[in-house]
C-alpha cells in the first residue's frame, strides 16, 4: 500500500508557466486536501475536497486551482506560477472531512519559481 | 480568526534531557488537537492525538502531550529524548465550529535538534 504519492518529488519552474501536481491515494479516503509548508509559516491550507465532484478554497487559495473528478486523484494547478509560489507543497487524505479524522501526508513535492 | 502558536522556534537539547514543546490556540469552542513529526527529508506523520476523555494522551515513540482547556494549550512532552528524535514538530487544531470541513490549522513549527 503506497498510502499517498506526489509527483514530481521537486520542480524548477520559471515564473509565468503552467503547473499541476499530482496527488494520488490508494486509501479510498473522501477528503483530500493541499497545504503549502513555508519556513517560519507551518502548513496552511490551500485547497481541499470532502468528497469527489466537490471542492473547497483554503486559507491561502489564490493563485491555485484544484479538480477532483474521482476519489484517488486531486491535481493542484499553478495557471501562472510566481515567485512567491516557491514551497513545498503537501497533499493529504483523509476518511472524510469530520474533524475526527486524521490527516495522512504524501512526501511532498518541492517547488521552486525563478 | 483561529490561530495556533508554537512558541519555541528551534530547540537544542542533548540526548536524554527532557522535553517540552508549547503550543497554543486562539479558539473558545471544542477543538480537537494533534502533534505531526517531519523527520528530515520526510512527510508528516501523527504522533498523537486528542479529541476527549483523558487530557494527558500518549503518543508514538514515548511522546505525550497535556490539553489545559483553561489555557487553550496543548503542549507535547517527552522524558528523554533521542539522538533520532531530531525532527519538526507541528501542533494542529481542528474546531468544531458550524462549516467546519476539516480544516486542521497549524503553528509555525518547532525545529528539534538532538545532540548525541
Known amino acids: 500500500i503506497a498510502g499517498i504519492t506526489q509527483a514530481p518529488t521537486s520542480q524548477i519552474l520559471a515564473a509565468g508557466r503552467r503547473m499541476t501536481l499530482r496527488c494520488t491515494q490508494d486509501?479510498?479516503?473522501?477528503?483530500m486536501y493541499w497545504y503549502r509548508q513555508d519556513l517560519g509559516l507551518g502548513l496552511r491550507l490551500i485547497h481541499y475536497s470532502n468528497t469527489a465532484g466537490t471542492t473547497g478554497k483554503g486559507e491561502v487559495p489564490d493563485g491555485y486551482s484544484v479538480s477532483r473528478a474521482n476519489t484517488d486523484d486531486f491535481p493542484l494547478t499553478l495557471a501562472s506560477a510566481v515567485p512567491s509560489q516557491t514551497s513545498v507543497y503537501f497533499c493529504a487524505s483523509s476518511a472524510s472531512g469530520s474533524s475526527y479524522n486524521e490527516q495522512f501526508f504524501g512526501p511532498g513535492t518541492r517547488l521552486t519559481v525563478l | 480568526a483561529q490561530s495556533v502558536s508554537q512558541h519555541n522556534h528551534h530547540v537544542i537539547l542533548s540526548e536524554a534531557a527532557s522535553l517540552e514543546l508549547g503550543c497554543n490556540y486562539s479558539y473558545g469552542g471544542t477543538v480537537n488537537l494533534f502533534w505531526y513529526v517531519q523527520y528530515p527529508g520526510q512527510h508528516l506523520q501523527l504522533l498523537l492525538k486528542?479529541?476527549?476523555?483523558?487530557?494527558l494522551v500518549k503518543g508514538i515513540k514515548g511522546f505525550e502531550a497535556e490539553f489545559i482547556k483553561s489555557k487553550f494549550s496543548f503542549n507535547l512532552r517527552k522524558p528523554s529524548v533521542q539522538w533520532s528524535d531530531t525532527a519538526e514538530y507541528f501542533c494542529?487544531?481542528?474546531?468544531?465550529?458550524?462549516?467546519?470541513?476539516?480544516?486542521?490549522?497549524f503553528g509555525q513549527g518547532t525545529t528539534l535538534q538532538v545532540k548525541p
Open positions: 494542529a487544531v481542528i474546531s468544531h465550529g458550524s462549516g467546519n470541513t476539516g480544516k486542521l490549522i
Open positions: 486528542y479529541f476527549s476523555g483523558d487530557p
Open positions: 486509501m479510498r479516503h473522501n477528503a
